[in-house]
Structures are given as C-alpha cells and as structure tokens.
C-alpha cells in the first residue's frame, strides 16, 4: 500500500515544510496561532482527503506534480525569508 505514494513522496515532505512557511509568515503578520493553527488542520485534511480519493488519477503526472509543488514551496520559503528580513529590518533588528 505504501509503494502507491512513493512517487509523492518528496512532495509530502515538502508539502510539511511549506505548511511551516505559511505559518511563520501568518505569524510574522500578526495573525492569531490559535486561528492559524486551527486553519491549518483543516487544509492539511482536506488535502489529505484530496490525495487519497485522487492518488489513482495522479500517478501518471506524478513528475510534473513533483515539480510544481516543489517550485511553489521553493517561491514561497523565497517570499517567507524575504518578508521576514524586510519585517525585522524595518523594526531595526538587523
């Protein structure tokens, strides 16, 4: 059962990684952690849910989907440490 989610394997650890990055930029606004976290529960099953109705149908892309779900998380830690330095320069941090 496993060897079905192999090929998203690297995605599903990215996709862990890209969850921490919109959290600390939800923190970095502001936002409140217990609605944040709450929010993320909620994408993290839905998403869930998504993958095991829809992992059948995927398999044949799974290299493109590798791909992009890689390059987003890549554009996103990008966007996250660049707020953050904007955010900790402008308080006069660094």
């Given amino acids: 059962m496993l060897e079905e ?3 998203f394997m690297w995605l599903i650890i990215f996709g862990n990684i890209e969850n921490l990055i919109l959290a600390s ?3 970095v606004k502001g936002v409140n952690p217990k609605v944040l976290g709450g929010l ?3 994408v993290v099953i839905i998403w869930q849910i998504i993958g ?3 992992t059948d149908a995927a ?3 799974s ?3 590798n791909f992009i779900g890689g ?3 890549f554009i996103l830690g ?3 440490v660049y707020g953050a330095v904007k955010n900790i320069r402008s308080k006069g941090g660094a």
């Fill in 40 to 42: 993320s529960i909620i």
């Fill in 25 to 27: 930029q939800g923190v």
């Fill in 5 to 7: 989610y192999l090929p």
């Fill in 78 to 80: 990008i966007q996250a």
């Fill in 52 to 54: 095991v109705i829809l």
């Fill in 59 to 61: 398999m044949q892309y």
């Fill in 63 to 65: 290299n493109v989907i």
């Fill in 71 to 73: 390059l987003a998380i």
